[in-house]
Structures are given as C-alpha cells and as structure tokens.
RNA sequence: AGGGGCGUAGCUCAGUGGUAGAGCAGCGGCCUUUUAAGCCGAAGGUCGUGGGUUCGAUCCCCACCGCCCCUACCA
C-alpha cells in the first residue's frame, strides 16, 4: 500500500492510510502558498451571537443587511457539489453552516476548500444568508485554514460508540456528543455554586496537603508514594478531615476544601480510585444544623441546575422540593422491615445488648429463603456493626428520594461525637439518594482523651485499612481546644451524576482511571529513557 | 475475586465447518442552495491472541488478553 511507504514525520497513528492522505493534503495547501498553522484570525461573532441574534431573521431582511461575519470552528459536516459546497463550522457545542463556491472565494480559496477534512479548523469571512431550505448560512468571501486535522473524527452517525474509547479519547467525545459537554458544563456549574453557597456563608477556601505521613479521617486503603530527598513515605489521602478540623482549632471557624481524595479500592459504577469531595466544617455548630444546611444547599442546587424541584433520575423521579425524610438508623430498619420477614423489631430491641444480631438472623433467615442479599453476618461483629449491616440489607435500597438517617452506631463512627444520652451511639448522619451515599456529616469527636483512645483502638486492630501509628499531632491540636464543631463531606462526582442523570462515576469524570492500553503499557510512567 | 456477554474493514454491524459482506468514512470521477446530499468507480480484512479437533476453522473445543454487565468490599 502506499501510504506505508509515504514518509511519515513522527511515530503515525491509526488510521494510517487517512493520516498519510491528510499529510499529503498539508503539503498541497502548503504548495497553494497557505500556512497551515497560522496564528491568529479575528472573529467578530462566536456562534452563540450569531445564531442568537440573527437566528429569526428572514432571508430578505439578512440580504438587506449584509451582516458581515468572521467567525472560526471546527468542520463537522462537508457537502461538497462540484464547484461549490456546504459546511457545518462548530464551536462552543453550537454549529453554524457555511457555503463556499468557487465564484465567491475564487481558484486558490477553492482549491484550499476542496483539500479541508472532516476536523480541520477553519476561520471564514463572508455575510449571512438564508439557503432555499431556510437555513442561516454564511456566505463564504474568503477562507483560511487555522489548523489541519490530520485524524479523523469520530464516525458521524453513531458517533464515539465504544465507551471505552469515549474515557481515553474525552477530547473526541466532547466533539461529538453533545451530552458529554453538556456534563462537564454543569459539572463546571455545580462547583461554582457549591464555592458560592459557602463563600456567602462566611466560609474560607483551603487547601490542604494532598500527600499525607499518617493515614487518617477515614476508613479505606491507601496509595503509597515516596518523597526522595526526604526518603519519606507518604499517603495520597484519603479525606482532608484532620488538617481541616486542625485549622478550626486555629481560629478558622469556617472552612472548606473542595478537592480530591484517593482510595486504592474498587472500580465500578459509583467508585473511582481519585474522587472529588467537599469537606466543609462550621464551629459552634452540630449535626442537626448541617442536616438543614445540606437540605437547603441541595434543593438550590437541583433548582438552579436543573430548574425544577423535581428531576428525572433514570426511570426515578426525584423530588427536592419536600421535607427530606429523616429516620435514625434503628428507625429507618423498622420501617423498611419486610412484612414477610415476621413483625418487625421494636427500637428497645435493636437497642438492646445482642438485639441487632437476633434481628439481624430473623432477617437472614427469609432474606436467604428469598433470594435476597442478607445483612453481612461475621461472628465478631458489635451489636453497632450489626446495626449498620442490617440497615444496609433492610432500608439502604429503599432510599429512593432524599433520605437523612442519622444516630448511627458508634462502633461505626470512630470520628463522630457520643449522643449525650446514649453513648452507644453518636451525632452523625448520612443523606442517601437514590439508592446513593451522597454525604456524610457529624458533631466532630473533640474531646482529645476520647480521640487518642479510639486512634489507638484503631492502631491496635491493623490492616491495610488502618493508621500504623496515632496521629500525635493531631491529638495535640485537640488538647489546645476544638470548639464544638460540625463537619461533612459531599461526593462531588456523585453530586454531579445525580444532576446530569449519568449513571456511571466515569461519565462525569473527565479523564477517568482505566486500565493502559495495550499499546502504551510499554511507555509506563518511571521508567527512564 | 465469582457468574454472564462481547471481540469480523478506520467506524457501526451482518454472516457461514469449504479462502468474507453491507452502510458510513477515506480515494478517483460528475455535480454552483445541500444538510445522514446524490450518482458512477476502484480500494480496503493474518475474522482479538495462542493452541487443539478436522481433509479443511472466522465458525466447534481449550487457554489467554481486552472491554461491558451483574454479584461481594469501599464514598
């Protein structure tokens, strides 16, 4: 074939045969005296302008006028018809078409026309006009290539369709699908009124340090990294929690950090190793506060973003503009209790020592005759892990519209300060949607005492999971005196999926983890050349 | 990690135990208001990889690789 011997200038890419087509095209444009790669061009419309201002004006009232335009995009669509032709140019997800004919633009514009690709970059100058079929049409003076596209773009009737491709490629499936840029858009939105609803209510942005020497503010495995001059060890984290709660105790009574945490886990429709999450803290503030908080900037969110209370979530519909439910966590497993399953457990049951665990095997029992997922049942597991086990199995699938459950277990909440009249349990809540975990907030643990006991008790257990050491300075930061605080964590990316009806982590996700593709596993990153 | 599905032209997909097909894209030709433009022509494939069964495998069997879905752990 010939387009293998065609010399190519760096390592080609596939397809090969258009790659080298489209190179010998740049040498033609070159030859016409073209500079294929200019510097500049001077639009004086975008296409939002344009089609917005002009976009209802009749054909004789366009003629009358002869607005002209410069205006630069992409080629999306190419109809050529002998000696002259059609064009979508497309820019900021909108498109507008131009026509091109030899007498308007001449032999060297024409024959520059005729060697432009799907993809190429082009600026035109000309003035509107309306085709016979009434589309708003620029008609094209003078023409200049701003960029040759030596690859082609995706397939035009169905688009990227190989979703994994859409992850690798997003700069082409941003072109071509009109609901990924729509996305990524409102995901750009979501952040700034999330930056907004905390900036009006007194609260400072930080940042805080990304690579952490002591695992800590969560539970979840970590990746591990390492600092040469330092011959330092170092966590990616896995939540900001401890240095935002230490800037609290430095006087910043209200703070957040928008940024991402890491977590060396699973992949699937809801997990991605590197998320996005907002941790906000308020002092002299707790849990039932943040609950109403959370409630208001939700229902903003949803109104602002999707204008409406109400959204359309896969086949679901959810409704922002009620109350949320709230339920404790030994409530909400009463009322979800299945009546099949036999009478459901009182509250002083699943209050009571051993209660969980005997609710917990009367559950199983018809769960496993049904064919149902069972609560989690290991031997060693705490009347308050059993309590978050089988609320998981009983109510979690049920949490369709906005749900608040709150007391959870304090065998479960190493963080979270004790009920004052239950220890057993402590101030900390969760907001379920759509069958979602979508925040996390408490009464921070402040009492240092308490604190180191719990760290330690964590230390003590082990796995790769846990601290290895207590996180002394922290403990140290508590014993100068943290104010009774409030603090919560919001996935942002599961925020966003919500609000764009995705249903997968890595739709909202720009660039995605995925496994390397064949092909560059050789160029892995840290080796050295 | 376990179960299921998929892998055929650059893309989207048909198809058969007997040497492979369409549409789109690309290439050549015609076409000065088209819009999934149209018409004519030519080209394009180690049927994911490696084994096995067979006279013969893209098809049947086994293994591996990659992707997707479901299930278990994590936000």
């Not at 497309?90 to 131009?98: F, H, V």
Request: charged fraction near 30%; hydrophobic fraction near 40%; include cysteine.
């Amino acid at each position: 074939m010939s387009a293998k011997e065609t010399r190519l200038p760096f390592e080609p890419f596939e397809p090969r045969d258009q790659l080298a087509e489209r190179l010998k095209k740049l040498d033609e444009i070159r030859a016409l005296g073209f500079d294929p790669y200019p510097h500049r061009f001077d639009a004086n419309f975008t296409f939002a302008d344009v089609l917005d201002r002009y976009g209802s004006r009749t054909g004789p009232e366009l003629e009358a006028e002869r607005v002209p335009v410069r205006i630069a995009g992409r080629i999306l669509s190419l109809r050529g018809h002998g000696k002259a032709g059609f064009a979508h140019l497309g820019g900021e997800g909108r498109r507008l078409q131009i026509y091109v004919k030899l007498d308007a633009v001449g032999e060297r514009g024409f024959a520059l026309f005729r060697l432009l690709d799907l993809g190429d970059i082009i600026g035109v100058s000309g003035h509107l006009f309306r085709t016979k079929t009434g589309e708003l049409t620029v008609w094209v003076e003078d023409l200049r290539l701003l960029a040759k596209a030596l690859l082609p773009l995706p397939e035009k009737w169905h688009g990227l369709a190989d979703v994994d491709l859409r992850y690798r490629r997003r700069y082409l499936d941003l072109i071509s699908s009109e609901n990924t840029r729509r996305i990524f858009l409102a995901r750009a939105q979501i952040i700034r009124l999330l930056r907004a609803f905390f900036d009006d209510r007194g609260y400072v942005e930080v940042e805080t340090p990304m690579m952490h020497p002591i695992l800590g503010g969560a539970t979840a495995r970590p990746f591990v990294t390492h600092h040469n001059t330092l011959d330092l060890d170092l966590y990616l984290r896995i939540a900001p929690e401890l240095y935002l709660k230490r800037l609290v105790v430095g006087g910043l009574d209200r703070v957040y950090e928008i940024n991402r945490n890491f977590r060396n886990e699973g992949i699937d429709a809801i997990h991605q190793p590197e998320f996005t999450m907002l941790e906000f803290y308020q002092a002299y503030s707790d849990y039932a506060e943040l609950m109403d908080l959370t409630e208001q900037l939700f229902r903003s969110l949803v109104e602002r973003v999707c204008g409406g209370p109400r959204i359309p979530y896969g086949e679901l519909e959810l409704d922002f503009g009620q109350p949320f439910a709230r339920f404790t966590m030994r409530e909400a497993i009463v009322k979800f209790w299945p009546q099949a399953a036999g009478a459901p457990p009182s509250l002083a049951d699943l209050a009571a020592p051993r209660g969980p665990r005997t609710a917990a095997e009367r559950y199983n029992a018809w769960a496993l005759a049904q064919g149902q997922p069972p609560a989690e049942d290991a031997a060693g597991l705490s009347d308050g892990e059993m309590t978050g086990a089988l609320f998981e199995a009983v109510a979690e699938p049920h949490l369709v519209q906005p749900t608040f459950i709150y007391d959870f277990p304090t065998d479960i909440s190493p963080l979270s300060k004790r009920r004052p009249d239950d220890p057993s349990l402590t101030e900390r809540f969760e907001l379920f949607i759509a069958g979602m975990e979508l925040a996390n907030g408490f009464s921070e643990l402040n009492d240092p005492e308490d604190q180191e006991e719990r760290f330690r008790a964590q230390v003590a257990r082990g796995g790769d999971e846990m601290p290895r050491e207590v996180d002394r300075d922290y403990v140290r930061a508590l014993c100068h005196g943290l104010p009774p605080t409030a603090g919560e964590g919001i996935g942002v990316d599961r925020l966003v999926m919500l609000l764009t009806n995705s249903h997968a982590i890595r739709e909202v996700i720009l660039f995605p983890l995925l496994r390397p593709e064949a092909a560059e596993k050789r160029e892995s990153p840290g080796e050295e050349p």
